[in-house]
């Protein structure tokens, strides 16, 4: 084991900690919207941290550093398409999410389009968000191996256990509040480590300043390159960022359900717009931390463990922070874990139970919420089983994953919503042409993964748009016309 007894302790402290905390909120459960959407209850400011923490995850606090490690700020320009996204996303679709009692993001498909399109959209989502969130658990085993020097696959399945335990317990409501518990330590822990850089380089920030721009400018943030090849620049991160995040808060249910548990409309808005102030000071973080790493590389050993730059974080915090720091900080790369593993978990669970579910209504209050755990039983022996594949470059292979998909899903959104002469069919149809598409750019191209949403979208949209036309109007088109 590479780190002090102590460290271990408070790694250990707070993985049973937080556990019992999640699990403490089973009392008082007695309907699905208790355990699917913590009865809506919760403050806009716990929801916009839970946000935060669940589109926020070990992937991000590894990857985002590993990126400017190699690179620059570049990264930030995708996350100003981050915050537009918010915007648009409070105008078109979460005003929608409350015109009626939505448990998921497909009941609003179902309630435009049929029975068939919610189940096509919930089966997509699942599909992408067990692959995604597979690769943001294997991202933990990364860091444990660093920390102890062992194999990933023991962290995996402990970390996975623990999640699943608070989250069939509590349900919504816990992963709500423990995701504000996390979302505190892991920018705690972050916020040491950048200290902890900024003393150990000889000089302070002028010297990284310097530094950095010697080697290339890597405090650089924008490139207004014109380039579909390119992954980061300014055009592909406003406009890519901005669908993609249109797409992942707005149609995804492991972020629409956290929408859908605000006391109301304006919380939810509030929620999510608040998040994105967060989420920009974060992601500056993190890669600001990369810079100083690379800086800090060229003053003490600090070595790339096989090359792998994910690990250039951790390996830092295990050689150079003192005995309980960092313990501290990897309690907080931990509960990254934990959080988006319990978002993940629950969301699925809530997308198999109402998406799918037949004559729920017929059975009791506590039948529907066994049913429920179980399940979330079920998806969490999935997402520790996906958690073992090796998926490379953990950041990039998690968003490009979402983002095959991505387009299609909201591409059948904004088809609902934009084109009143759409049909189910014409729908059903886009979305089997949007996907297929991607599938083809992924494996054909060099298209940049920042524009698959928008590339997704237009098709979807565009194929859509076009099949309805081959189809009857829906019933509510009819209408209109009478």
């Given at each position: ?5 102590f ?9 049973v ?13 007695r309907t ?7 009865n ?10 839970s946000?935060v923490a ?7 606090i590894?990857?985002?550093p590993a ?12 996350v ?15 005003p ?11 009941q ?14 919930a ?8 692959l ?12 444990v ?13 402990i ?10 317990e ?11 518990i ?13 200290l ?9 920030w002028?010297a990284v300043?310097?530094a950095?721009a ?9 490139d ?5 090849t ?10 890519g960022?901005?669908f993609?995040?249109m ?8 972020i ?20 994105g ?6 992601f500056?973080?993190f890669?600001?931390?990369g810079v ?8 003490a ?5 096989g ?8 390996e ?11 313990g ?31 004559n ?13 755990r179980?399940i ?7 997402l ?5 594949v ?5 950041l990039?292979?998690?968003?490009t ?5 991505y ?7 904004l088809?609902?919503t ?14 089997a042409?949007?996907i ?7 494996f ?22 076009l ?5 009857s ?7 209109r016309?009478k």
């Amino acid at each position: 084991m590479r780190i002090s007894p102590f460290d271990f302790a408070i790694i250990v402290l707070y993985l049973v900690g937080i556990t019992l905390f999640g699990a403490r909120f089973r009392r008082g459960q007695r309907t699905l919207r208790d355990y699917f959407l913590g009865n809506r209850t919760a403050p806009w400011w716990a929801l916009a941290c839970s946000i935060v923490a669940t589109e926020t995850s070990t992937l991000t606090i590894i990857g985002t550093p590993a990126i400017a490690f190699g690179g620059n700020l570049g990264f930030l320009q995708l996350v100003l398409g981050y915050l537009v996204a918010r915007v648009i996303l409070c105008v078109v679709l979460i005003p929608q999410y409350f015109q009626g009692e939505f448990y998921t993001a497909y009941q609003l498909l179902e309630k435009r389009f049929g029975r068939r399109m919610k189940s096509a959209a919930a089966l997509v989502f699942m599909g992408t968000r067990a692959l995604a969130e597979g690769v943001r658990i294997s991202a933990i085993g990364k860091v444990v191996s660093v920390a102890f020097g062992t194999g990933d696959r023991l962290s995996i399945a402990i970390v996975t256990a623990l999640t699943l335990v608070y989250t069939f317990e509590g349900g919504m409501r816990a992963v709500i509040w423990t995701d504000v518990i996390q979302l505190a330590l892991y920018l705690t822990g972050s916020l040491t480590a950048f200290l902890l850089l900024l003393h150990k380089i000889p000089g302070g920030w002028p010297a990284v300043t310097q530094a950095a721009a010697a080697a290339g400018g890597k405090l650089r943030v924008f490139d207004f390159t014109v380039s579909l090849t390119q992954t980061y620049t300014f055009w592909s991160g406003v406009i890519g960022g901005t669908f993609l995040t249109m797409a992942s808060h707005g149609t995804d249910q492991t972020i629409v359900q956290r929408l859908l548990a605000a006391r109301n409309e304006r919380d939810s808005k509030k929620a999510l717009l608040a998040s994105g102030v967060v989420v920009f000071a974060q992601f500056t973080l993190f890669l600001v931390i990369g810079v100083m790493l690379f800086v800090y590389a060229q003053h003490a050993l600090l070595p790339v463990p096989g090359g792998d730059t994910d690990r250039i974080f951790p390996e830092f915090i295990v050689r150079n922070m003192p005995v309980g720091l960092a313990g501290l900080v990897l309690a907080s790369i931990v509960a990254l874990a934990m959080s988006n593993a319990s978002g993940s978990l629950n969301s699925l669970a809530s997308s198999s139970v109402m998406d799918f579910g037949e004559n729920r209504g017929a059975a009791a209050p506590a039948q529907q919420l066994s049913r429920s755990r179980k399940i979330t039983l079920a998806w969490g022996v999935v997402l520790g089983l996906l958690g073992l594949v090796r998926w490379g470059g953990v950041l990039e292979a998690g968003l490009t994953i979402a983002s095959i998909t991505y387009g299609g899903l909201l591409g059948v959104f904004l088809l609902g919503t934009w084109n009143r002469r759409a049909n189910e069919t014409g729908a059903l149809a886009g979305l089997a042409a949007g996907i297929a598409a991607m599938v083809a750019v992924r494996f054909l191209t060099h298209l940049a993964f920042t524009w698959y949403v928008l590339a997704g979208t237009i098709v979807t949209f565009a194929a859509g748009s076009l099949a309805s036309l081959a189809g009857s109007p829906p019933p509510a088109a009819r209408d209109r016309r009478k």
